[in-house]
C-alpha cells in the first residue's frame, strides 16, 4: 500500500531563508508527483508537476526534485517571504486496489516570520 | 477561466438529512474525485469518475454516493448523514487518468450536527 510522509510537519523561518521540504513514498510505481499549497480553510493550489520520467520542475522561486527510485522529493523554495506561510502537501498519482487516485502525505505547515 | 466549482462553500445540517455537494468543471475533463480532509488523517479519496457513467470507490466510500450523467458534474449524495460525515470535501477533475495535473474545488466545509 503507498505511503507518503512529509518531514518536518512543522517549519518556522525567518524572511529570506532558503528552505527545504521533503517527501518520501513507499511505492515507485507512480505516474507523477505533485505539490500543493493549502491556506487555512482554503482550497490545494498546484505548485509544480513531476512526471515519473522526469527529475524535477522549476517555477519562479519553487523547485521540485523527484527521485522515484529511492521514493523521495523535495521542495525547494528560495528567499521565503512571509506569503509562503502554508501547508504544503506532496502527493503521488498512482492506482492502488485497483483505484486511480492521488495519495497524499499529511503536509507540512510553513511560516514564514517578517 | 478554468476552474472547478463546487456548491454550497458551507453546510451545516442535521443527522438523517439527504443532502448533495455540487461539482461542476470547464475544462473538458474526464478525470473526476472526491476527497475529503480531516485532522490527521489527511486528505482521502471518496470516490473517483475515469468517464461519464463510470464510477468507482476509493478509500472511504460508505455513506456516500456519486453520479455522472453529465462530463462536467460530478455531484457528491450523502443519503443519510451522520456526524462522522463532518469533514471539509474538496472536488478534483483532470483531463485523464495517469500522468495529467489534477485541478481541486476551494472546498465544501461540511457539519452534521
Known amino acids: 500500500k503507498q505511503e507518503v510522509t512529509q518531514i518536518p510537519a512543522a517549519l518556522s523561518v525567518p524572511e529570506g531563508e532558503n528552505l527545504v521540504l521533503n517527501c518520501s513514498f513507499t511505492?515507485?510505481?507512480?505516474?507523477?508527483l505533485q505539490w500543493f499549497r493549502q491556506d487555512p480553510g482554503k482550497g490545494l493550489t498546484s505548485l509544480l508537476l513531476?512526471?515519473?520520467?522526469?527529475r524535477e520542475q522549476t517555477s519562479g522561486r519553487l523547485n521540485a526534485s523527484l527521485d522515484k527510485s529511492s521514493g523521495r522529493s523535495t521542495l525547494y523554495i528560495a528567499a521565503s517571504q512571509p506569503g509562503d506561510s502554508a501547508t504544503y502537501l506532496c502527493a503521488v498519482r498512482t492506482t492502488q486496489g485497483g483505484s486511480e487516485k492521488l495519495v497524499f502525505g499529511k503536509g507540512t505547515k510553513l511560516t514564514v516570520n517578517p | 477561466e478554468a476552474q472547478v466549482t463546487q456548491n454550497p462553500r458551507y453546510l451545516i445540517t442535521v443527522t438523517g438529512k439527504k443532502l448533495t455537494v455540487t461539482c461542476s468543471q470547464n475544462m473538458n475533463h474526464e478525470y473526476m474525485s472526491w476527497y475529503r480532509q480531516d485532522p490527521g488523517l489527511g486528505l482521502r479519496q471518496i470516490y473517483y469518475?475515469?468517464?461519464?457513467?463510470?464510477?468507482d470507490k476509493g478509500d472511504v466510500p460508505e455513506g456516500y454516493k456519486v453520479s455522472r450523467k453529465e462530463k462536467r458534474n460530478f455531484p457528491l449524495i450523502l443519503e443519510s448523514p451522520s456526524p462522522n460525515q463532518t469533514s471539509l470535501y474538496f472536488c478534483a477533475s483532470s483531463l485523464t487518468s495517469g500522468a495529467t495535473i489534477q485541478y481541486f474545488g476551494a472546498g465544501t466545509r461540511l457539519s452534521v450536527l
Open positions: 513531476i512526471q515519473s520520467s522526469q
Open positions: 469518475s475515469m468517464n461519464v457513467e463510470v464510477t
Open positions: 511505492d515507485s510505481a507512480i505516474y507523477n
